[in-house]
């Protein structure tokens, strides 16, 4: 099915530890987006590309990464895992435009705990 | 920056029952999404309101956006089972899309 694939699903790392999480979708849509999510602060914006080859920075970047790889992938990086990481990690897509059909398309999420 | 306040945080209804959750912006809202999230899934999403005073229905699911007042309801009529789970609103000014804290809806049967 079309949509935006996240891997893994589920991950523990120590503290220090690094590691990447991958999303790529499928529907070629220009922009992609990493978010996290906490209890009671809803969805925060990391990092989002507005096109291939861009990159900038959301609301709170501050110990990751991303590369856009292509127009299909999109991924972030944790060069020193915290406990503070810990977090369900939704990447999403969209393409540029206006109407109905342009929401933004989000994975199923990455469930991560920093130990 | 756009901060989205949205009200109630919790609400426990009886299955048959109608209710309300709404979503108020700090700025100008130029466009407004709704997204519903079952816990541990990801975002579906729900519609969008562009225009003031602009309402869509999906199903048994309405949404108004009320530019002047800065603010959108989302409007469940007959509450079942199946709409439990997380409301959130989002508006991207800047094609940065940002939330409000969300929802969360219990339907009891």
């Known amino acids: 099915n079309a949509g935006v694939t996240q891997t893994p699903k589920f991950q523990v790392l120590k503290t220090g530890q690094s590691m990447t999480l991958q999303c790529a979708q499928d529907?070629?849509?220009?922009?992609m987006y990493w978010y996290r999510q906490d209890p009671g602060m809803g969805l925060r914006l990391i990092y989002y590309?507005?096109?291939?080859?861009?990159?900038d920075k959301g609301e709170v970047p501050n110990g990751y990464n991303v590369s856009r790889l292509n127009k299909r992938e999109f991924s972030l990086r944790l060069e020193s895992a915290a406990p503070s990481q810990t977090s369900v990690y939704f990447c999403?897509?969209?393409?540029?435009?206006?109407?109905?059909?342009?929401?933004?398309?989000f994975g199923s999420g990455t469930r991560l705990t920093v130990v | 920056s756009q901060e989205l306040e949205q009200s109630p945080q919790s609400l426990i209804v009886q299955e048959g029952k109608n209710l309300t959750i709404n979503c108020t912006s700090s700025?100008?809202?130029?466009?407004l999404y709704w997204y519903k999230q079952k816990y541990g899934e990801g975002l579906i999403f729900l519609m969008m309101?562009?225009?003031?005073?602009e309402e869509k229905s999906h199903e048994k699911i309405t949404a108004k956006l009320d530019e002047k007042k800065q603010q959108s309801s989302l409007h469940i009529t007959a509450s079942q089972p199946s709409h439990a789970g997380i409301y959130l609103c989002?508006?991207?000014?800047?094609?940065?899309?940002?939330f409000g804290e969300g929802t969360q809806l219990t339907v009891n049967p």
């Open positions: 529907m070629n849509h220009n922009s």
């Open positions: 989002g508006a991207d000014p800047g094609s940065r899309l940002t």
């Open positions: 309101l562009q225009k003031g005073g």
């Open positions: 999403a897509s969209r393409v540029y435009g206006t109407g109905f059909n342009y929401g933004y398309t």
């Open positions: 590309s507005a096109s291939e080859g861009t990159t």
């Open positions: 700025k100008t809202l130029y466009g």
